[in-house]
């Protein structure tokens, strides 16, 4: 097994890849008004909302407990509609030498596809793989979702 990984998950979103983006982008503090069992916090520590270098911090639930994280957005790229964070402190970091997140949003026909993908050192090779993670990002995508049709 190798200790460098990468995992990718796409999800369909019925409430526009824009609304998605900007959210994420400008708006995260409200994320947990929309997904309260999955963020309970998304407070900022630096810098300006939706500008690159500025540092987040994050309260959520992951396998049932609190975690925390801090990130820094390391890149935005509005014409693919993308945030990355990279991850330099809190839980994960017990578990992971790095640990980058990032999103974006393809929109074919009248669908908007998100596109969720981890890029990961593990410290060891008993650590496993960041699939439970990656399946607390499907659900938020879907509870932003659900809160924004119900919304509309």
Same mark, same amino acid.
Request: hydrophobic residues 35%; charged residues 25%; negative net charge.
């Given at each position: 097994m190798g200790l460098k &990984?990468? +995992?990718t998950a796409q999800i369909e979103i019925r409430a526009g890849g824009d609304v998605f983006h900007e959210l994420f982008r400008y708006t995260p503090h409200q994320i947990p008004n929309m997904s309260p069992t999955t963020i309970q916090r998304c407070d900022l520590h630096q810098g =300006?909302? &939706? !500008?690159? &270098?500025s %540092? %987040? $911090?994050w309260n /959520? !639930?992951? *396998?049932?407990k609190q975690k925390v994280a801090k990130e820094v957005i390391e890149a935005i790229d509005e014409e693919k509609r993308s945030v990355t964070f990279k991850i330099v *402190? &809190?839980? +994960?970091?017990e578990l992971y030498k790095t640990f980058t997140a990032s999103f974006h949003v393809e929109t074919n026909g009248d669908v908007d596809l998100v596109t969720w993908t $981890?890029? /990961?050192e593990k410290l060891n090779d008993d650590i496993e793989d960041p699939l439970s993670l990656l399946g607390v990002c499907i659900k938020l995508t879907k509870? %932003? =979702?659900?809160?924004h049709l119900k919304a509309a």
């Open positions: &990984g990468k +995992l =300006e909302w &939706g !500008t690159v &270098g %540092i %987040i $911090f /959520y !639930t992951h *396998e049932g *402190e &809190g839980d +994960l970091m $981890f890029a /990961y509870d %932003i =979702e659900s809160h």
